[in-house]
């Protein structure tokens, strides 16, 4: 897993993970070049599972400018880490689109929950015990100038979820925020046996005022879904608003300053490894004030008091705040000691004073 921030100038910025040289997980791009008035600093992940023999491998996370787009330039922001876990979990399932998808027009106007989705992306997963934790990611990109605000879900058994167990991402595709953009999920759901997990295209819902979302956009090629189950005895999920269900419409404010969101404890036991991965992920914008920005929130995790891990970053530019976007956030804790520790996810907010996170599921755990 890898994720945090870039700065980028032109092209089509891309990033992944490499296992002995050849590619394993999703592509995780940004795309500047259309015209795009406003380019900042934006979250970027990449997920990838995979069997390896016994031996020494090289697990590289590698940036390029994509050779689509001559003459690109990019910077991967300090703070961008890479983690390897071995041996999750009992039961690993990943799956990984061939191609790109067809394109996403879905209506959401006059909004009424469950939201209407296409599935892109769906993978078979028997799980002998309960939780099952998913993670998605790959890229949207708007082909046809049909701009707005893409959105995936990330499902099990094509049921529309609670904010307990699944986070949205979100990425406003246009010439003030991007054409071409990451996007990634996460979900736990406290279930086993034979299910089927899913990445749900759809589009933000606009609500205030109530119109119809314009966006149409592909979901490109190499977007994966992991999902892990059994022997994850010390796992978790923290969301800020758990009860509401199907209405990704719902945040909780930020303002300017630092704030610890997704507060929670949990045990390691004596004679566990102690080991746990640890996923942050949040959506973002200011639309109350047009006059707004320049600003940035600031996503990271606090482990024990301490903030550690990878930043993720996204930048606003003055008078272009109104673009929801999705950061990411990670660290692996290695040998962590026998007893209770606390996590919590760190947002800071500089320029945006009525800046707003989502009220899904930020935080999830897992580790044995």
Request: aromatic share 8%; net charge negative; with cysteine.
């Amino acid at each position: 897993m890898a994720d945090s921030s870039r700065m980028h100038k032109n092209g089509l910025a891309t990033m992944e993970i490499r296992l002995d040289g050849v590619r394993i997980s999703n592509s995780s791009m940004l795309d500047f070049k259309n015209g795009t008035t406003a380019p900042v600093q934006h979250s970027f992940n990449c997920i990838a599972a995979t069997y390896v023999s016994a031996g020494t491998h090289t697990v590289q996370l590698v940036g390029y400018n994509h050779p689509s787009v001559s003459g690109g330039e990019f910077y991967v922001g300090s703070g961008s880490n890479l983690s390897v876990v071995v041996n999750p979990s009992n039961v690993i399932t990943y799956g990984a689109m061939a191609s790109d998808s067809a394109e996403i027009n879905v209506s959401t106007y006059p909004f009424s929950p469950p939201i209407q989705t296409v599935n892109v992306l769906s993978a078979s997963h028997t799980a002998a015990a309960a939780p099952v934790i998913v993670l998605t990611s790959g890229r949207s990109y708007d082909d046809l100038a049909k701009y707005g605000d893409s959105m995936w879900g990330t499902y099990i058994n094509g049921q529309c979820p609670t904010f307990a167990q699944q986070m949205w991402t979100v990425n406003d595709l246009s010439t003030t925020s991007e054409s071409h953009a990451p996007m990634f999920g996460q979900a736990l759901y406290n279930t086993s046996g034979n299910v089927t997990v899913q990445l749900a295209a759809t589009e933000l819902p606009y609500i205030n005022p109530p119109t119809q979302n314009p966006v149409e956009y592909k979901v490109g090629s190499t977007t994966s879904v992991v999902a892990l189950s059994g022997n994850i005895p010390i796992n978790g999920a923290v969301a800020q608003l758990p009860t509401v269900q199907c209405d990704p419409n719902h945040y909780v404010p930020a303002g300017t300053g630092t704030h610890n969101f997704w507060n929670t404890s949990f045990q390691v036991q004596s004679g566990q490894n102690g080991n746990v991965m640890f996923l942050l992920k949040t959506r973002v914008f200011d639309c109350q004030d047009t006059n707004a920005g320049p600003g940035t929130f600031k996503l990271q995790l606090v482990l024990d008091g301490t903030l550690v891990g990878s930043v993720g970053d996204q930048d606003y530019s003055t008078n272009n705040t109104c673009h929801s976007r999705t950061l990411a956030a990670s660290y692996l804790a290695m040998h962590l000691a026998a007893g209770t520790h606390t996590v919590a996810g760190n947002v800071n907010v500089t320029g945006l004073p009525n800046g707003v996170v989502s009220g899904d599921l930020g935080l999830i755990f897992f580790g044995n």
